[in-house]
């Protein structure tokens, strides 16, 4: 079952914008990791943000974490139309499976 | 290989048929998992192996489906009798050990049960 929700479903801007996602959950977790999927198949991983830390930078992406409202937010800075995917987010709870969201569909008009 | 890789692409089979797929880890992860994806949702569990051994099977739909890792490096998901809800993108991923680590996803299988 879905345990993350990404918010908003979907997100439309222009090309140079930065686009902003983020991702609620609903138990504590060791970490979140977000990922992107183009044309609904193999998954990229991005960016893995462990529990203890509150902020992390990738190139243009900036992931951020507040485990006392168990969100967290996806930031990519000048988009491109190449950013154009799904973005998901993915929870390890410690157990044997990363929970998944139902994913932001992101669109970077050039 | 580089990354995950799954095979075949797309796989598409008659209700009732019997069905393999294939993935081949990142060499030396001992992690591995199989995920679902059905249209406009996130990835569900199905099924994670540590070595050789599944140590958590409880995604696994029914007794339908079976996934093997006889060598603790390719896994094979089958899927008997297939059914038309069996329709989906079937994941595979590895990591280098379960904790606390990256997951590697390959691009997937699409199968479509007619």
């Known amino acids: 079952s879905q345990q993350g929700e990404e918010d908003p479903q979907a997100l439309s801007i222009q090309e140079g914008e930065n686009a902003t996602m983020n991702c609620s959950y609903k138990t504590s977790i060791n970490n979140l990791q977000w990922y992107r999927q183009n044309s609904g198949r193999g998954l990229v991983h991005l960016i893995l943000i462990r529990s203890n830390e509150r902020e992390k930078h990738s190139g243009r992406l900036r992931v951020t974490l507040d485990t006392s409202k168990k969100s967290s937010s996806l930031l990519i800075t000048a988009s491109r139309a190449a950013d154009t995917a799904s973005y998901f987010c993915a929870t390890d709870e410690g157990g044997n499976q990363f929970y998944f969201g139902t994913g932001t569909s992101l669109t970077v008009i050039p | 290989g580089a990354g995950v890789s799954q095979t075949p692409s797309n796989k598409v089979t008659e209700k009732g048929k019997y069905v393999e797929l294939r993935c081949d880890p990142i060499s030396g992860h001992t992690a591995l998992y199989w995920y679902r994806q059905s249209l406009g949702q996130g990835p569900e569990f199905l099924i994670y192996f540590q070595g050789t051994g599944a140590a958590d099977d409880s995604g696994l739909p029914n007794d339908r489906f079976f996934a093997v890792r006889p060598e603790g490096s390719v896994s094979t998901l089958k899927i008997q009798r297939t059914e038309r809800g069996d329709s989906a993108v079937y994941l595979c991923?590895?990591?280098?050990?379960?904790?606390?680590?990256?997951?590697?996803f390959g691009q997937g299988t699409r199968l479509t049960v007619v």
């Open positions: 991923a590895s990591s280098p050990s379960r904790a606390n680590t990256e997951a590697f």
